[in-house]
């Protein structure tokens, strides 16, 4: 039975286009694609299998009679549908993707291919330990760049994004302080250029979430964080370089207060590739920081992830990172610690965070992404990290506020406002028409702390030339936003799809397809 | 440093630009102890592409991989052929290197895959919708439980003996933090699940109960009289597969009135990969969807009329809302859930019954071979793909023994549930349409000769 036999209607141009509506809708290379529900047929597959070698069933009761509804396609058919689609997508193959506090830098094709080989790719979590000895030893390896590259103690492994790293690292403050009989600390502060998910973090931990103040500068108001320290107080969450793009000169003093007062700091380390190879942030005091390996290693986003996010750990914290971890022995063996010894060799383990060990996948990526740069190429990632962001901001100050440029420089990310925008103008428009312009815009209104933040981030894979052409892009469209361009609210006129209904989508949820009721409606 | 363009030339002349004499008074605010003169001591320099090649291929020469053995392992993560296409597919760079949608009108390739993996996904599971993906399964496991807990107000979730425990250990490690009270059984090696006692726990205090199914010993059951018994408590039945293929062949859980199903996408298009990444399905009833984690793709229609997605509803997401976020997700699978979106597109419902029958057959063909070997019985009466055999002795030696003999026979009980002795005699077998008949002898020769 086929799914749709109504067939599917392209849509119409744009309103005002001097161009012939084309037949199809399509563009000549712009080409429109349909759903995979209205082009493909429930008794249609691009997978041929073998057929079954005996009848007997063992389903008991329960063998499917009704139809999945699931639609399939033939090869060719498939291969097109998702290959037109991959062409309405912006990547950082294509240019530029300066979203800052996100970080999307180039890809190695090394990685992909090291991450596909057999012996990583195809082999089970709950094989026999010797059988995968050279898996453990990824993530052994591993392990050791990071502790030595953070100067931390201990590392766990097996957290899956880096919201879950920042998980990891709550949890084991928490099992820490438990273990210490204090178990009443209940208040994280937080402070306000954090990433939105640390005070999410800490709630979800059952922590109670507390405000601390920017100063002018965009730094944490050092002197309202140490006034609120107390007995109550389990740990300061706290985001270094910050996302304002500055590095956090009194970290070190933060830290010290902060265990003085018999709690512990959590470092967000989201924005680790700044200070790789310059910086220890164990030498600043640190308690636990996660480590998102897609952004400072460099991994594929994959248009939402996976990530992955390791987080290290402080001496006084590492007796409490979960299972399972890997560990060296004498002799050369990797051994994997999990549930069955971890009595023994891991008493205080706070437990399990996810199913097997984490995110082999982007082990290998990260793995080989360092081994590639050693520790000379991954300081100097920091360096020119920070190099091209600085270049941005100081290239841009003259035609964008900056609010925090006087501040000093700025680290791996650079800040700008609407400030001096005309009414009805702002950071929207911008993005919009750098679309046009063939980029992907920077990261919008966040920080909250500043006024229509566009925060960007070039990373240290951008070449001067590159940096040229989006500076000179943005000064563009700036220039346009501040003559009061009207033709900028209507952008981008050029992408695929002009500005989407956000709110229709949140208002009236159409989550799944679902088959027109009739077929006269179907043809509207 | 191939992969870094700068020259020392552009470096000094952005460094004019700037107004800095050197990289170093761009680090200027980090504190004079803090600051590393040289790169960090111990670790190698950089190497080219051919000597990274060759050292990351020796430590992955040092695994036996699923390909070069006959191959049993389930519990959780199954081995299933990959069509080529997939993989090539995921790694054109316009899937593979695009971030998350935030601009929706330059991504309109990853949201409406994700608008069509979501409907895949509640076809599947028979629920009413689906998110964008979680991390994996066990997480989204621990998801739904925190869902249940918001939507009935109760912390008491009810966790089945099936359950994998692994997930019951994620689920137990975060019950500590959020004060869930967690009612944890152990399995039993026998035939039937422990349904009717989760039934008779079930009170005025529960939040859901969890089950899964197939469970961790591959058994079969109803779940309708489960379901029934959580509505008139007004709690919520919460059910977990593992293993996707089997909804090609068996029941879903929506059609039995589950209110949320979670569930690893592993299998479909993702590989083994040592545990991850994996893709967690999420999928619910539509009265729930304001209370689901994770991201949502929605349709809507763009400035001119035409039809579009954007990502949607996430007011519940943790960078609007901060503390009173439904969850601290951030992200999601992305790419995962792109290779299970493409091979269940080449599957379709045609395909996935094939794949399920094939599955099912060589499952049924190599638990009656095993039986006869002398010493080994068949627990389970219902299974789909994996089943769970009582070898009479320990089971964990001799999996470690058969590996020393290049067999790989499947995950013995004694590795999941450490120290239980009622169990230690357990291997759970998993056998897929890449099992071979020879594969299926050659464990039954190995096994004979090893409990002789």
């Known amino acids: 039975m086929a799914l749709n036999q109504s067939g599917w209607r392209p849509t119409t141009p744009e309103a005002g286009s001097n161009a012939a509506p084309t037949f199809t809708g399509n563009k000549a290379l712009m080409l429109e694609e349909a759903l995979i529900f209205e082009i493909g047929s429930t008794d249609t597959t691009g997978v041929e299998v073998a057929a079954p070698i005996s009848a007997t069933s063992r389903l008991g009761t329960l063998a499917r009679t009704a139809p999945t509804g699931l639609p399939g396609l033939s090869e060719p058919e498939t291969v097109r549908h998702y290959t037109r689609l991959s062409r309405q997508n912006y990547a950082i193959d294509l240019g530029l993707f300066p979203l800052g506090s996100c970080t999307m830098k180039h890809n190695p094709r090394l990685n992909e291919k090291m991450a596909r080989l057999p012996g990583f790719a195809d082999v089970h979590p709950l094989q026999p330990v010797d059988t995968v000895q050279g898996a453990l030893g990824v993530i052994n390896e591993l392990a050791v760049w990071l502790i030595t590259l953070t100067g931390m103690h201990g590392v766990a492994m097996s957290p899956k994004a880096g919201a879950h790293g920042e998980l990891c690292g709550m949890l084991c403050i928490k099992a820490a302080l438990e273990k210490r009989g204090e178990g009443h600390r209940k208040v994280v502060l937080v402070p306000e250029s954090a990433h939105g998910t640390n005070p999410a973090t800490a709630a979800f931990a059952g922590f109670t979430v507390e405000d601390i103040p920017a100063t002018a500068e965009g730094r944490v108001d050092t002197d309202a964080l140490k006034a609120r320290l107390g007995p109550d107080v389990a740990a300061v969450m706290i985001t270094n370089p910050n996302t304002c793009g500055l590095f956090e000169r009194d970290l070190k003093a933060i830290s010290d207060a902060v265990h003085a007062a018999g709690g512990y700091v959590y470092c967000d380390g989201a924005n680790f590739n700044a200070i790789v190879g310059r910086v220890r942030p164990g030498d600043l005091g640190i308690d636990a920081m996660h480590i998102n390996l897609h952004k400072t290693f460099s991994t594929p986003h994959g248009g939402g992830g996976p990530g992955s996010g390791p987080t290290v750990l402080s001496e006084a914290l590492a007796p409490f990172g979960p299972l399972p971890f890997t560990a060296r022995m004498k002799d050369g063996h990797i051994a994997l610690i999990e549930e069955e010894t971890a009595d023994d060799d891991h008493p205080d383990t706070f437990g399990r965070m996810t199913a097997f060990h984490g995110q082999m996948g982007m082990f290998t990526r990260a793995l080989t992404y360092i081994l590639s740069h050693g520790a000379d190429g991954l300081r100097q990632v920091a360096e020119d990290a920070v190099l091209n962001a600085n270049y941005v901001l100081r290239s841009l100050e003259d035609t964008l506020d900056a609010p925090f440029a006087f501040a000093g420089p700025c680290m791996h990310e650079a800040i700008f406002s609407d400030e001096g925008f005309p009414e009805g103008f702002s950071t929207i428009d911008v993005a919009k028409a750098l679309i046009d312009e063939g980029f992907h815009p920077m990261t919008m209104y966040f920080p909250l702390v500043v006024h229509g933040a566009m925060l960007i981030e070039p990373t240290e894979t951008e070449s001067k030339a590159a940096l040229d052409q989006f500076i000179g892009a943005l000064r563009s469209v700036a220039k346009r936003a501040k003559a009061g361009d009207a033709s900028l609210k209507t952008a981008p006129h050029f992408a695929p799809r002009s500005r989407l209904d956000e709110t229709l989508a949140a208002r009236k949820p159409k989550l799944v397809w679902k088959e027109p009721v009739v077929a006269s409606e179907a043809a509207e | ?452």
């Not at chain 2, 040092?62 to 390909?67: K, V």
């Not at chain 2, 912390?155 to 490690?173: E, M």
């Not at chain 2, 961790?216 to 379901?227: E, F, K, N, S």
């Open chain 2, 1 to 452: 440093m191939r992969y870094l363009p700068l020259t020392d030339h552009d470096r000094r002349a952005m460094l004019d630009v700037i107004g800095a004499g050197s990289i170093d008074d761009l680090f200027v605010d980090v504190p004079a102890a803090a600051r590393l003169a040289e790169p960090i001591a111990g670790l190698p320099m950089h190497a080219s592409e051919l000597s990274v090649e060759r050292h990351m291929t020796k430590l992955a020469r040092q695994n036996l991989s699923a390909g070069e053995a006959p191959f049993f392992l389930g519990c959780g993560a199954y081995r299933h052929h990959v069509p080529a296409s997939v993989d090539h597919l995921i790694q054109r760079g316009e899937f593979l290197t695009a971030y998350t949608p935030y601009q929706p009108e330059i991504a309109q390739g990853t949201l409406q895959m994700l608008f069509e993996f979501q409907t895949q996904v509640a076809r599947l599971l028979g629920t009413d919708v689906a998110n964008a993906s979680m991390y994996d399964g066990s997480t989204a496991c621990w998801e739904a439980i925190g869902m249940a807990r918001r939507i009935t107000k109760r912390g008491r979730a009810i966790l089945s003996g099936g359950l994998h425990p692994h997930y019951v250990s994620v689920a137990k490690t975060m019950a500590k933090y959020t004060g869930d009270a967690l009612d944890v059984s152990l399995p039993t090696l026998t035939a039937e699940g422990d349904l009717d006692a989760l039934i008779a726990k079930i009170d005025g205090d529960t939040s859901c109960v969890v089950v899964q199914y197939p469970d961790i010993l591959g058994r079969i059951a109803d779940l309708t009289p489960l379901a029934d018994a959580c509505h008139a408590h007004k709690a919520l039945l919460i059910a977990v597969v593992t293993e996707p293929v089997a909804l090609g062949a068996i029941k879903s859980p929506g059609e039995m009135d589950a209110d949320i199903v979670v569930g690893e996408g592993q299998s479909l298009g993702v590989g083994l990969q040592f545990g991850g990444p994996y893709v967690g399905l999420f999928g619910c009833k539509d009265k729930y969807v304001r209370q689901m984690p994770g991201r949502l793709c929605g349709e809507t229609v763009d400035a001119d009329g035409r039809r579009g997605f954007v990502l949607t509803l996430s007011t519940r997401e943790q960078h609007i809302r901060r503390e009173k976020a439904t969850s601290n997700i951030c992200t999601n699978s992305g790419l995962c859930a792109l290779a299970f979106s493409i091979h269940m597109t080449l599957l379709g419902e045609a395909g996935l019954r094939a794949l399920a029958a094939a599955n099912h057959a060589g499952a049924v063909a190599a638990a009656e071979r095993l039986a006869q070997v002398p010493g080994v019985s068949l627990v389970n009466d219902t299974f789909f793909n994996e089943f769970t055999l009582d070898l009479g002795r320990e089971a964990r030696p001799i999996v470690r023994a058969l590996a020393d003999k290049g067999v790989l026979a499947g995950v013995s009980l004694g590795r999941l549930y450490p120290g239980e002795q009622a169990l230690e005699n357990g291997l759970v077998v998993a056998v897929t349409e890449t099992t071979t008949p020879e594969d299926v002898e050659a464990l039954a020769t190995a096994l004979q000769a090893a409990l002789a």
